[in-house]
T-cell receptor, first 113, second 112 residues
């Protein structure tokens, strides 16, 4: 089953603009992770935010988590053409450190020159 | 370089045939996972293993089987019972304890 839904499904922006993607989920979590997937490739981990954290930064990435609303957002600032990819959120709600992830449906980001 | 290797990159299956997808990691990770991805969709968990000689069913295990005889290897067999096997299959590994997963570059399975 897919716990999360991502919004928007597709996003097209110009290089230099910011891109914001949202993720909603249904059950309690240990952490929420964001991954990136280039076409035809595997996923690459971007950032992990734990349930007791509200905001996290990594380079041009900013992730927020609101556990009361069961939602998260990923902001990519000053986007580049190389950021064109699909972005997925994944929630880890497993007990005992099981690390079993449930993925959202993804946002396709296209950054145009 | 440490990483996860999936082979083959492309695989074709005839009706009624079992096929096995390979996944090998040299990251010394205890946990390994198999996911299925359909076009325009997220990933769905097929099987996972947190330790050698032990594995659990994920959300869509029917028609698939796995083994975990070695820490570095977690092969997936798509059996003839899987009626809609055409998909992109991704293998991942991680340390235990709510950590990020590292992915291979996938195997694309098609039906002849």
């Amino acid at each position: 089953s897919q716990q999360g839904e991502e919004d928007p499904q597709a996003l097209s922006i110009q290089e230099g603009e910011n891109a914001t993607m949202n993720c909603s989920y249904k059950t309690s979590i240990n952490n929420l992770q964001w991954y990136r997937q280039n076409s035809g490739r595997g996923l690459v981990h971007l950032i992990l935010i734990r349930s007791n954290e509200r905001e996290k930064h990594s380079g041009r990435l900013r992730v927020t988590l609101d556990t009361s609303k069961k939602s998260s957002s990923l902001l990519i600032t000053a986007s580049r053409a190389a950021d064109t990819a699909s972005y997925f959120c994944a929630t880890d709600g497993s007990a005992g450190g099981g690390n079993k992830l449930t993925f959202g449906t993804g946002t396709q980001l296209k950054v145009e020159l | 370089d440490g990483g996860i290797t999936q082979s083959p990159k492309y695989l074709f299956r005839k009706e009624g045939q079992n096929v096995t997808l390979s996944c090998e990691q040299n990251l010394n990770h205890d946990a390994m996972y198999w996911y299925r991805q359909d076009p325009g969709q997220g990933l769905r968990l097929i099987y996972y293993s947190q330790i050698v000689n032990d594995f659990q069913k994920g959300d869509i295990a029917e028609g698939y089987s796995v083994s975990r005889e070695k820490k570095e290897s977690f092969p997936l067999t798509v059996t003839s019972a899987q009626k809609n096997p055409t998909a992109f299959y991704l293998c991942a590994s991680s340390t235990t304890g709510n950590q990020p997963q590292h992915f291979g570059d996938g195997t694309r399975l098609s039906i002849l």
